[in-house]
């Protein structure tokens, strides 16, 4: 999880569908917004270029239309993570990524071939978000739960060695553009950013250079 920046103007579909008596959350206009805002990405696992993408409620609207048509309140998700999220125990409890830089507050990591996500602070929004993106990679509670937890894992192992194998070649041959893509796995609009950005953080006597793409 990364920090997003949010549109300030909520998308105009919101307030006319809100004086409605079932109106709907997510028209194109808000869709198209959240696509843009959130770099196409699930703002829990950051895969991208999502199959099945969700407009989620941050906090569970529960037929409130103040929750349920509030634009800050909207934010994008895949299925899966908007399913395994979907616990009482995560209601009103995960950090707002608009508003609040969860890198800050947020250790990412890939430890012995597990997502391992720790909270830096004793907060409550820290632990349970911490737990929330842990449960997203390593819930495998179902079979179809195993499949999906099991693809992601792939997909983040395969950002993760596209960097461990960019920083080897950059370390051998200092070509510029190594260093581009470098860059680019940094930036907070590339998927699984969290994870890359804090592989850097961690290692950056080995990377010093880096440190600035990584700043908090
Ligand atoms: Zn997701």
């Not at 199959?51 to 989620?56: G, I, K």
């Not at 895949?78 to 950090?95: G, M, P, T």
């Not at 997502?115 to 929330?132: H, R, Y």
């Not at 796995?185 to 850097?200: A, D, E, H, Q, V």
Request: aromatic share 10%; net charge neutral.
């Amino acid at each position: 999880m990364v920090k997003v920046e949010r549109t300030p103007t909520p998308p105009p579909s919101l307030a006319v569908e809100k004086s409605k008596a079932n109106g709907s959350y997510n028209l194109p206009d808000v869709v198209e917004a959240l696509k843009r805002d959130f770099h196409e990405k699930c703002y829990l696992c950051e895969n991208n270029a999502l199959q099945a993408p969700e407009v989620e409620h941050l906090n569970p609207h529960g037929g409130d239309p103040d929750r349920k048509f509030d634009w800050n309140n909207l934010f994008l998700s895949c299925s899966h993570c908007n399913s395994v999220k979907n616990q009482a125990k995560y209601h009103d409890k995960i950090l707002d990524c608009c508003n609040i830089d969860p890198e800050a507050v947020l250790n990412q990591q890939i430890v012995n071939n597990h997502v391992s996500v720790t909270p830096l602070n004793s907060e409550e929004k820290s632990l349970m978000t911490a737990e929330l993106i842990t449960e997203c990679f390593e819930k495998r509670n179902t079979g179809i739960r195993t499949y999906e937890c099991q693809t992601l894992m792939n997909e983040l192992n395969t950002t993760m060695n596209t960097l461990y194998k960019t920083l080897e070649q950059y370390e051998k041959r200092r070509l510029p553009r190594y260093f581009k893509a470098l860059r680019g796995m940094l930036s907070r609009t590339y998927k699984f950013s969290g994870f890359t950005r804090t592989y850097i953080r961690s290692h950056l006597a080995e990377y010093p250079y880096l440190a600035e793409y990584v700043e908090i």
